[in-house]
């Protein structure tokens, strides 16, 4: 029963800053910018769109008002309005990178993950050496199972930011749907290294250990993972699968039983490897 974390998906957008010309307009649409940049970075969104509103009513020739109202949107749920004004930005400035950055996340948070493709691809042409972006491709392509493109994504963005942790755990998960478990331990232990604290990682390398038959070493694992999130319900039941194997069935059980305790949601899946307790 591997009950992998699923890959994170780690949205890094950019607010691009406004400069306009000296027009009447201009001293209108800077202060309302500046509103809405500010309100955006305070988690304010709502109030972000209304700033911003008012910087494309006094600026409609502005990219960077466009997208950076997108973003707000974005952060709302309000993927369509998002990718509208990602669109509108582009129509201005077509050279603009941040805002096909953006739109390709809006499309991944949409699951329209060949749209995203496309748009990274558009960044790649203006900034073909921007880590996020093959980061942001390679997730696209996880989710469409295309494992081997996803690896060369990362490893292209490992090559930019050889210090960004989810590139790492990420290629670790698409190691792990390819097969290879030991280039995927490889890629958790190091994703461990700089997030040390990170209990979904020590899940994932304790089910790429697993699948080794390295029991031992998975537990330990499943152990860290606890310690760091008791609320894990998976790893629990992760952890009793293993601990069954090792021949430790009452503490499987006790396991079994957490992670039911924790999720009822997966008893279906547990409950055949439980043994009714003895009254």
Do not use: C, T
Not at 32 to 50: L, N, Q, S
Not at 67 to 85: E, T, V, W
Not at 185 to 210: C, G, H, M, T, W
Request: no cysteine; proline share 3%; charged share 30%.
């Amino acid at each position: 029963m591997d009950m992998s974390s699923k890959g994170r998906r780690f949205w890094r957008f950019f607010l691009v800053f406004l400069a306009l010309p000296a027009v009447a307009a201009a001293g209108e649409a800077q202060n309302a910018f500046k509103e809405g940049v500010k309100y955006y970075k305070a988690g304010k969104y709502k109030e972000a769109v209304a700033a911003f509103n008012r910087a494309v009513k006094a600026a409609p020739n502005s990219d960077e008002a466009y997208n950076n109202r997108g973003l707000a949107y974005f952060k709302l749920g309000q993927n369509d309005n998002a990718i509208k004004d990602y669109g509108e930005a582009i129509k201005l400035n077509p050279k603009l990178a941040d805002a096909y950055f953006n739109m390709g996340n809006a499309h991944i948070a949409q699951k329209q993950y060949e749209r995203a493709v496309k748009d990274f691809d558009e960044v790649i042409k203006i900034e073909p050496n921007a880590p996020s972006v093959y980061r942001q491709r390679g997730l696209a392509h996880v989710a469409m199972k295309q494992f081997d493109k996803a690896v060369q994504d990362f490893n292209l963005a490992q090559k930019s930011d050889a210090k960004d942790a989810e590139v790492y755990y990420n290629r670790g998960l698409a190691y792990r749907r390819l097969g290879k478990h030991e280039l995927a331990v490889q890629d958790y232990s190091e994703a461990i290294k700089l997030e040390p604290k990170n209990a979904e990682i020590y899940n994932n390398r304790a089910n790429a250990f697993s699948l080794l038959g390295k029991y031992e070493e998975a537990v330990k694992d499943y152990d860290e993972a606890i310690k760091l999130d008791g609320k894990n319900a998976n790893v629990y039941a992760n952890r009793g699968v293993i601990r069954s194997r090792l021949g430790k069935h009452e503490d499987a059980q006790k396991d079994f039983r957490k992670a039911v305790e924790l999720d009822p949601g997966l008893k279906n899946k547990v409950e055949p490897l439980m043994v009714p307790s003895k009254q």
